[in-house]
T-cell receptor
């Protein structure tokens, strides 16, 4: 299994600002993902973070709004840019190794005022 | 495309009651199936998994059996506790894809 940590665990931000969320995995993993979970909802995949190349974004998500980095096999960042109140959500990092089992971080709870 | 359908919640039970949360899926081929649990204020934790037909996943008193004939993976527990109150997500991983497909989640509330 993989143990995933995220920083920050929560934040309150002003509209128009940006926040970068860090995700650290305790072992090398094949794939890393970023999800958004709006209040009372299921998870929506934002993008797959690719090591050493641009992330692969899902429909409705764009790089300018959610730039992602993955410099190595254990670390990734997600930036939420030019935030608005509609970006208030939980952002979850996830990782998968050589099996098809996916593990999740504790989430970052973002409130935009 | 692939999809997961869970019973709607919230499900409210008394302590020590029997729990069933229904989950059915639509997928091409033979996906792997998962149950995740999200306790209040936390991320998702893997509860159990099954990778092929007739496999039974079990953990912490919960179990689910991969039923290919009914395309189902229902979650059961014989005696729930207040500490089981959480949101439960059923998910599948398609055999030829990279993305988990989630159900909508089912809220479980257990009263003492």
């Amino acid at each position: 299994s993989a143990v995933i940590s995220q920083k920050p665990s929560r934040d309150i931000c002003q509209r128009g600002t940006s926040l970068t969320i860090q995700c650290q995995v305790d072992s090398q993993v094949t794939m890393m993902f970023w999800y958004r979970q709006q209040p009372g909802q299921s998870l929506t995949l934002i993008a797959t973070a690719n090591q050493g190349s641009e992330a692969t974004y899902e429909s409705g998500f764009v790089i300018d709004k959610f730039p992602i980095s993955r410099p190595n096999l254990t670390f990734s960042t997600l930036t939420v840019s030019n935030m608005s109140p509609e970006d208030s959500s939980i952002y979850l990092c996830s990782a998968r190794g050589s099996t098809d089992t996916q593990y999740f971080g504790p989430g970052t709870r973002l409130t935009v005022l | 495309g692939d999809s997961v359908t869970q019973m709607e919640g919230p499900v409210t039970l008394s302590e020590e009651a029997f729990l069933t949360i229904n989950c059915t899926y639509t997928a091409t081929g033979y996906p792997s199936l998962f149950w995740y649990v999200q306790y209040p204020g936390e991320g998702l934790q893997l509860l159990l998994k099954a990778t092929k037909a007739d496999d039974k996943g079990s953990n912490k008193g919960f179990e689910a059996t991969y039923r290919k004939e009914t395309t189902s993976f229902h979650l059961e527990k014989g005696s729930v506790q207040v500490s089981d109150s959480a949101v439960y997500f059923c998910a599948l991983h398609p055999p030829h894809g990279n993305k988990l497909v989630f159900g909508a989640g089912t809220i479980l509330r257990v009263k003492s």
